[in-house]
């Protein structure tokens, strides 16, 4: 099921570049293209309509203030560490990581270090391309999210470097939002009624947020 997402993903990515160069701001429209994405979740949904993904994605609204935040982090970031979710859905993070490459940052790409679900592993990385927008590692461990004590020294090392974490998916949200790093922007789609209660939203939102505080996680 991961190779047959990842064959359709790319299959679309054409167009899906295509809509995101096309956007008023190509910034926000590769970040709304590798959101699209986050809809393939076999934790969450057992079929997703990608074009209808696509559609929303660049139809509802993302928070103004933590866009402009973000826009600030990747002009002031030298380094930027892009934490992976799901299988296929890595085929529209390339949409973003290639602006990113545009703009001179040095990404690294991490996915998972052992299959689970559906999230991404370097053979899914390897499968869509990812190494031509940025270095791939995997961050040693097959738990739902990022759970930095069980992440791989390796994997800690890029984390602790990096001028900016861009977080994709709501598991990562999740085991992530209590760390009170502020370097993280959480990337993803809204997917239960708790995680939206959280945010003062609704199911089906996409978001883009800033992690709150000001400490990094050791």
Same mark, same amino acid.
């Given at each position: ?22 956007w008023a701001d190509?910034?926000?429209? $590769?970040?709304?293209? @590798?959101?699209?994405?986050? !809809? +393939? &979740?076999? =934790? ?5 309509? %990608?074009?209808? /993904? ?69 053979e899914d990385a390897? $499968?869509?391309?990812? @190494?031509?927008?940025?270095? !791939? +590692? &995997?961050? =040693? ?5 990022? %759970?930095?004590? /069980? ?51 609704k199911n089906g ?14």
């Amino acid at each position: 099921m991961k190779d047959a997402y990842n064959r359709i993903a790319l299959e679309m990515l054409p167009a899906v570049q295509k809509r995101a160069a096309a956007w008023a701001d190509p910034l926000e429209g $590769a970040v709304r293209a @590798a959101i699209a994405g986050n !809809v +393939i &979740d076999f =934790g969450i949904y057992e079929s997703v309509d %990608l074009d209808r /993904a696509v559609h929303e994605s660049f139809h509802l609204s993302l928070s103004a203030a933590d866009y402009s935040a973000f826009v600030r982090a990747i002009e002031r970031s030298r380094t930027i560490l892009y934490l992976c979710d799901n299988a296929g859905e890595i085929v529209f993070d390339r949409v973003l990581l290639e602006v990113l490459q545009d703009r001179g940052k040095m990404c690294t790409v991490a996915v998972k270090g052992k299959p689970v679900i559906n999230d991404a592993t370097l053979e899914d990385a390897a $499968a869509t391309g990812l @190494a031509a927008f940025a270095e !791939v +590692i &995997d961050n =040693g461990n097959d738990g739902i999210g990022t %759970l930095l004590e /069980a992440c791989s020294p390796p994997f800690l090392e890029k984390y602790r470097g990096a001028d900016l974490i861009i977080s994709k998916g709501q598991a990562n949200y999740e085991t992530l939002v209590q760390s009170g790093d502020d370097r993280i922007f959480f990337l993803f789609k809204v997917k239960c009624p708790v995680v939206a209660n959280a945010l003062g939203g609704k199911n089906g939102d996409i978001v883009l947020i800033q992690n709150q505080g000001s400490s990094r996680a050791s």
